[in-house]
């Protein structure tokens, strides 16, 4: 061949290199889908032991894409865990039963190898693969476990969704192991990371519904023609406090690996606060901790480029959090939230939320369970269509 000819080539190529969006210069990993991780407690413990069983977990994405790669995590547990075989596929419904599309089923590796053990304290990343991952589906991951930890299991008991142990008449509804998904999108691609707590995690929503705050925000997200590529991650665990106690790390101990250590991530919203102020003596000492911690993830976040959003607390008088001290600690948070100038946008879900004729109590239309803290399903519609999508 005439060098002529090779370097018209050439020039094609590079051409079609620059001007085609589908080039893999052209694209990088969004995280789609992660939820964040503790220490199983004992009532949240699997119905039967992990090992030597094959456990299928469904879960809800945001954006879609041809590539993927799933993480999973024994962060949290004391000893190794293995995964004999692994596959995803496309899940038939949201939860309400295992059933998955029959031929959509993909075997993961690592290393080249179906199997793979997780040291303790550890986590793995798969092997990319084409899987046709579409926006808000349904992806049943399958798990068959060979050693695994009997106590100090790494989970996400706040699933909100059943888990199913194939061949055995045995479900849950919490997750393990499984941590995210990635998926090759666009350049112009990014991620939101949500800190929260209970709210967050979704007490109140339906049970294989899908219906979370952070569920409705990624529909109105990916039905907006500006906003479609973004993907809402939700990092909630119920019961978490920001400082200490409660249920999973603090939010102090994991706030730099669920909101920074997933690739992508563009914005953070922080909406947590509301256990460290149920649980103190002193409602203004722990609102001025509780400032200072979110104080340096926004500027740790904003060294890497992050926005950062801040939700105000939602009022909990009627609840047995409620004392004068705490209120008065939850007014100054939201104060210095809505005013202080150090975030880069505001979500006033306590403006939204509160009732009209007791502003210090959450809506009564919104209640779950009576509790006067957490809504119901109604209640999570309304936080996200509450959010202005021009914030993102």
Same mark, same amino acid.
């Given at each position: 061949m005439k060098l002529s000819r090779i370097l018209k080539i050439a020039a094609l190529a590079a051409a079609l290199a620059v001007f085609c969006p589908h080039t893999a210069s052209a694209r990088k990993w969004v995280t789609t889908w992660a939820t964040a991780q503790q220490i199983a407690e004992p009532h949240n413990n699997p119905p039967i032991p992990l090992a030597g069983e094959t456990l299928r977990q469904i879960v809800q994405v945001s954006i879609g894409g041809n590539e993927v790669r799933l993480r999973f995590s024994n962060r949290f547990s004391k000893e190794d865990l293995e995964m004999l075989h692994v596959e995803i596929a496309q899940a038939l419904t949201e939860g309400a039963s295992p059933d998955i599309l029959p031929g959509s089923e993909k075997v993961l590796t690592f290393g080249g190898k179906?199997?793979?053990?997780?040291?303790?304290?550890?986590?793995?990343?798969?092997?990319?693969?084409?899987?046709?991952?579409? #926006?808000?589906? $349904?992806?049943?991951? *399958?798990?068959?476990? &060979?050693?695994?930890? =009997?106590?100090?299991?790494?989970?996400?008991?706040?699933?909100?969704?059943t888990s199913y142990f194939l061949g055995k008449d045995a479900k849950t509804d919490h997750w393990y192991t499984i941590e995210s998904i990635d998926v090759k999108a666009s350049k112009k691609a990014s991620s939101i990371a949500v800190l929260g707590d209970s709210i967050t995690d979704g007490r109140g929503t339906?049970?294989?519904?899908?219906?979370?705050?952070?569920?409705?925000?990624?529909?109105?997200?990916?039905?907006?023609?500006?906003?479609?590529?973004?993907?809402?991650?939700?990092?909630?665990?119920?019961?978490?406090?920001?400082?200490?106690?409660?249920?999973?790390?603090?939010?102090?101990?994991?706030?730099?690996?669920?909101?920074?250590?997933?690739?992508?991530?563009?914005?953070?919203?922080?909406? #947590?606060?509301? $256990?460290?102020?149920? *649980?103190?003596?002193? &409602?203004?000492?722990? =609102?001025?901790?509780?400032?200072?911690?979110?104080?340096?993830?926004?500027?740790?976040?904003?060294?890497?480029?992050?926005?950062?959003?801040?939700?105000?607390?939602?009022?909990?008088?009627?609840?047995?959090?409620?004392?004068?001290?705490?209120?008065?600690?939850?007014?100054?948070?939201?104060?210095?939230?809505?005013?202080?100038?150090?975030?880069?946008?505001?979500?006033?879900?306590?403006?939204?939320?509160?009732?009209?004729e007791e502003p210090d109590a959450l809506n009564p239309i919104y209640l779950f369970e009576n509790d006067w803290l957490h809504p119901n399903a109604q209640g999570y519609k309304a936080m996200g269509d509450c959010i202005d999508l021009n914030l993102f």
């Open positions: 179906e199997a793979v053990t997780i040291k303790a304290g550890e986590e793995v990343y798969s092997d990319p693969i084409r899987f046709r991952l579409k #926006e808000r589906m $349904n992806v049943a991951i *399958t798990i068959k476990y &060979g050693k695994a930890p =009997a106590n100090a299991i790494t989970s996400h008991p706040g699933s909100r969704t339906t049970t294989n519904g899908q219906n979370r705050w952070t569920d409705n925000l990624s529909r109105r997200l990916l039905a907006g023609r500006r906003t479609r590529r973004i993907a809402v991650l939700n990092f909630g665990l119920g019961g978490n406090c920001v400082l200490r106690g409660g249920n999973g790390p603090a939010v102090v101990n994991r706030y730099e690996h669920d909101l920074l250590g997933f690739p992508s991530v563009k914005y953070i919203i922080i909406f #947590e606060g509301v $256990n460290d102020l149920g *649980t103190t003596r002193n &409602g203004p000492e722990t =609102a001025a901790q509780v400032i200072e911690v979110y104080r340096n993830i926004i500027a740790q976040a904003h060294a890497k480029g992050i926005k950062v959003i801040g939700a105000t607390v939602m009022p909990f008088k009627h609840n047995g959090y409620y004392t004068e001290s705490r209120e008065e600690g939850r007014q100054i948070l939201n104060r210095w939230i809505r005013t202080g100038g150090e975030f880069d946008g505001l979500i006033d879900f306590d403006a939204h939320m509160s009732g009209k």
